[in-house]
């Protein structure tokens, strides 16, 4: 990497959580909460800004990504299985499992995020034994209908997002170190093309690209798996800026919010997530924490549009 990035380095979490899988943040600027999930412990966090209270829900099967609701109070989630509701008393009402039976044991849904008319785009995981390739949904809450608008096959499905205009797409296949751009209309994906390879830019094999937002002015910023950092990319794909977490491993995911949404939110993993060397612990003892990193006055974040249903 070079040397001309700018560098922050983030020392101290904001939130012990002790999250196995800390992922997904979602700001809700009406409520002045931040929510996210810890998808190995069937969780779902909620964190009021103003008081700092931090309370959580169990759920019975794993919650992979939420977005806030645009017409109801709420989340809308992923779970493992497939597009639903959260509902009051902490259940899931589905709204589409469009999985197979038969390839479900072996893939889940991971992350997600809607456009600007509350369509929700989620992906899914591969297994590489089974031949089950990750791929990228869309439901249409309008309709009720849920198609493959990218049959793959990908890795990992992970973080998603459109630029300003939202006329460009973003999708992240982590295990191949790739961020891939689309041409974006009325829900439709063309003219895909290969926007990031970390390789390429020297990011250190066996990082991996995780979670992502984007910011108002259209750069990416792309949370690293096993590299410690969130990385700022321009609009061509180039690093901008870094993010370090000297005392994290696993940095998974990040959101804009705040009362001028201009503060970072990071979501990080046990470094014994996903099947993970959980000694690695001792060198990385905030690894599963919450964290915050205040860039007012240079930077804030695009909008993050809510579900239509």
Known sequence: MSSHNQVIIVNQPWVKVGCTLGEGPVYDAETHKLHFVDIEENRVYHLDIATMHL?????????????????????????????????????????????SSECLPYT????????????????????????????????????????????????????LGWSPDERTFYFTDSLTNKIYAYDYEDGNLFNKRLHIDGISLGLPENTYPDGLCVDAEGYIWSARWGGSRVIRHDPEGKIDLEIVFPTVLNVTACCFGGANNDQLYVTTAHCCANGGDGSRQREYPDSGELFVVDLAGRYKGGRRCAFGG
Request: hydrophobic share 25%; net charge neutral.
């Open 108 to 159: 889940r849904f991971n992350d997600g995020g809607c456009d600007s008319r509350g369509r929700f785009f989620a992906g899914t995981m591969y297994s590489a034994k089974r031949g089950v390739p990750g791929q990228l949904y869309r439901f249409d809450p309008e309709s009720g209908e849920c198609s493959v608008v990218d049959p793959g096959p990908f890795t990992d499905s992970n973080g």
């Open 55 to 99: 309370s959580h829900e169990q759920f019975d099967e794993p919650i992979t990504c939420i977005v806030k609701r645009r017409n109801q109070p709420g989340l809308a989630c992923t779970t493992a299985r497939g597009f639903a509701i959260l509902e009051r008393d902490s259940t899931v009402r589905y709204l589409h499992q469009p999985i």
